[in-house]
């Protein structure tokens, strides 16, 4: 019932390590989005894919990389994680022409 | 680049007062849409109001009412009536209609309280 899910939720893991999230949308959306949102809470955007193509990608360090397998899904998988890394990422997924973008709850990912 | 800024980092509020948050941005689209998001403490990401920059009409949810001043790159958020409830982050954003670079742009948001 969900609109956008992401799992998991919560994620502590060691500095080094490589971790993913996951993200799916039942919307019908052709777009989907990867958003930070860091300590002081500013929320920026990572990445973007339409109907499974890349078209936005915010110099973000190239050990996270994005995957859509379709255009309902689009994962995150960050390698050799860093203690910067820490944040809350959250998935949303919208309308190319539209105009709402919808997030999922959010993955709290803490890096020790 | 779009930028949108939100000058004020916390604003507090009387129970069943009103309360005004501000949001100015910087464009040189013409069509656009306007956005107030609310985050309470869980992180989730609501939407409260969204309004199109070609309308002219000031949208309303409710309790909740925008006055978007496009010549002016304003758009603030009223709160009627606050409840306890209310007390979260807001964010302002900002999407383009149209082009592949149409991503929500987010201020730095503002933390409301309301007092009982």
């Known amino acids: 019932d969900t609109a956008v899910s992401q799992t998991p939720k919560y994620l502590v893991t060691q500095m080094g390590n490589d971790k993913s999230i996951k993200c799916e949308q039942n919307l019908g959306h052709d777009t989907m989005y990867w958003y930070k949102q860091d300590s002081k809470k500013f929320l920026k955007i990572m990445f973007s894919?339409?109907?499974?193509?890349?078209?936005i990608n915010e110099t973000v360090p190239n050990r996270f990389s994005p995957k859509s397998p379709d255009k309902a899904h689009l994962n995150l998988h960050i390698n050799s994680l860093e203690l910067g890394d820490s944040a809350v990422y959250f998935c949303?997924?919208?309308?190319?022409?539209?105009?709402?973008?919808?997030f999922g709850e959010g993955s709290w990912l803490t890096v020790v | 680049a779009q930028t949108v800024t939100q000058s004020q980092p916390e604003m507090s509020v009387q129970e069943a007062e009103t309360v005004t948050l501000s949001c100015t941005y910087d464009t040189s689209e013409s069509d656009y849409y306007l956005f107030w998001y609310k985050q309470p403490p869980s992180r989730q990401m609501i939407l409260v109001i969204r309004q199109e920059a070609y309308k002219q009409q000031n949208a309303t949810e409710n309790r909740f009412s925008v006055n978007f001043q496009k010549a002016a790159l304003s758009f603030s958020l009223k709160i009627s009536d606050s409840q306890l409830g209310d007390a979260a982050m807001y964010f302002c954003a900002y999407r383009p209609a149209t082009g592949a670079n149409s991503k929500l742009t987010f201020g730095k948001g503002i933390t409301l309280s309301v007092r009982p």
């Open positions: 894919y339409n109907n499974k193509e890349l078209i």
């Open positions: 949303a997924s919208g309308l190319f022409s539209g105009n709402t973008i919808y």
